[in-house]
């Protein structure tokens, strides 16, 4: 065969015959025993591979290199006797295409920046107690998702983190930080446990190619979409990326320590490009793994300069084999999947059943951006919000028409949403509470396909987006009680939709990076969690706990059942106000039989009349907690406070 034509490699790869004839479902990776390694390469376009050995994960010498020896369906193999735990290797692969040295797809560890993988022995990277860890129970009407990135975590020097665990892993296992450590106002984990999400959402955190791990990190940021090696952790988040295990076991403390404050721990996963052309994967089978135009050339569905082809049968085997593999080594509660429009439904509908097969694996979340960064050249179904029918009831995505409709659209900063004021934006204000199950728009087979949120990494922050919208030049680190206010209106309104809550970190002590939209790349001082801010704002954070609590002691409003969407009772209000009713489900555990809900998104008060029977107000525009303590009653009507989400309680 020759693979030297992309053409030709495009008409080979997509034939019916090379997937007979290559596809391979043995092991593949390392496997290490005490007694010997097991090396496997799966490389069908090789004429020859070969091995090579390092004491170190980089510089020094080669200490050796072996031939591997070809298998059936393309597969290489060779077996080192002895206990190789520590040592480093590349292959060399040779095709018509000339060689390449590569490190392996499958590896496990690596040293400094990913080059040189590494065997190791899991076991011996493993903290104490970890065979005992386990995901923590946290049913649908409990999921609250909050996503940050290892760095921002704890790089501001007044996270109360010792400056070693600064941007960190290991930051993550401290759960007792307070502000400058002086003992008063949680950050870190510990504020997490206050604020009552269910699930911390990482942002990369496999082994990413844009941040050098040998030279400082103080000048160096980002976020780390470029993935360079997929099934072991990034350098730069451990104390030292010199040696391999490290990241490894540092990661599974971080895992354990979360899981020990009651949360799971989501992956955000890149799967859809590499960082470059010379990577892992196009080392061994160069062109087999990414989509290609009709000349040859790597399409660009992703933007960033490659798109990974999940269709081909071996590229979805190695997605596969790696989301499964992060769950059952590193315990991973779920997996976000970037630009998952550039995934065919079948893989992910597959992934989906092999996630289920593992112990509580029907509880592991599977959600994703529905939606690609290009022209793709995916010509199938695509993992996209046009066709969340076909994908898994348990497969959700983000929906933008939730975030938009509620905070405005995120290209424009000037589009307001229902929250500022936009004419005829309380129109798919229903919709969003019902999570489009109701809507013609959008066809979700259930509210648990819906991720609802108003921010995440990506765009404005939610209270840049309300200043920019409000002022024309905007102070951000003005304290704006307006904007204040439709930010408690906004949580108010997501955080009653059905659907998986979502946030960006901080949006709860209203977040801001000054305007910029997209900081992927700007400095850690613009994107780490300013934690004085969050004492500062310390009752927004309130409101947004209160609400979370509020939603959790009502199940039926977090219930992945379309039946529950079906369920609200929408009123006829005066425009722009919302208002609804849900009644609590038979034997749910609710703590209200009902309950009722209202958005004011304009400037002056607005009273409304009650349904018949005793209603409690549970929350108004200013106090989510109100529902904690002694009880007010509402006979007959509810004055609602400007910018205001109010929610009231029957008792019986
Ligand atoms: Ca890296």
Redesign the pocket.
Known sequence: MSAINPVTSKALFESDAFAQQYSYDGPLGPDYTPQGTYLRLWAPTALRVSVNLYRRGDGGFCIGTLPMERREKGAWTIYLPGDKHGLYYTFTVQTEDGARETGDPYARAAGV??IRSMIVDLRRTDPPDWAEDCRPDLPPSRRAIWEVSVRDFSQDPASGVPRRFQGKYLAFTLGTTTLDGRGACPTGLNHLRWLGVSHVQLMPVF???S?D?AKPLRRQYNWGYDP?NYNLP???YSTD?FHGEVRVREFKQMVQAIHQAGMGVVMDVVYNHTYRYENVLNGTVPYYFFRQNEDGSFSNGSGCGNEFASERPMARRFLIDSVLYWAREYHIDGFRFDLMGLYDVDTMNLLRAELDKLPGGEEILMYGEPWQGGQSQLHRYEANKNNLSMLSERIGVFCDDTRDAIKGGCFDARTPGYVQGKPGGFWDIGAAVAAWCRSDRLSPRAPSQIISYVSAHDNFTLWDKLMLVRYKKPDFMTNDTIALAQNRLAAGIYLTCMGTPFMQAGEEFARTKKGQGNSYRSPASLNQLDWKRASQYRGLVDYYRGLLALRAAFPRLGSGNREDADAIRFFSLEPPLVGWQLDAAEGDGACWSSLLVFYNPTENYKSVSLPEGEWRLLSDGISSSLWRGELVTRNGRVSLLPYSATILGRWN
Do not use: L, W
């Open positions: 920046n990913g082994d990413f190619g941040v791990e360079t990034e350098g730069s990326p």
